[in-house]
């Protein structure tokens, strides 16, 4: 993710590449997908997403960390 760039864009490019991924028969698990979204992220961004009780990352949806992220921008 670029410094300038907005939640709402960066996570239209993951959804994006994710169903891209998806319509050439890759199944992709949804834990797999929030561990790659937090390593694209930077640190700040992290945190708060974390302090905002996502624990259990097997439970955490996308839209979740979107909806998380988004309040904080």
Request: hydrophobic share 40%; aromatic share 6%.
């Amino acid at each position: 993710m670029e410094n300038d760039e907005k939640i709402t864009d960066y996570f239209a490019i993951v959804i994006n590449l994710t169903n891209s991924m998806k319509g050439y028969c890759e199944n992709i698990p949804k834990v797999k997908i929030v561990e790659k979204v937090f390593q694209t992220l930077p640190l700040s961004l992290i945190i708060l997403a974390i302090v905002d009780d996502l624990k259990d990352l097997d439970s955490v949806k996308v839209e979740r960390i979107q909806g998380s992220l988004k309040a904080h921008e």
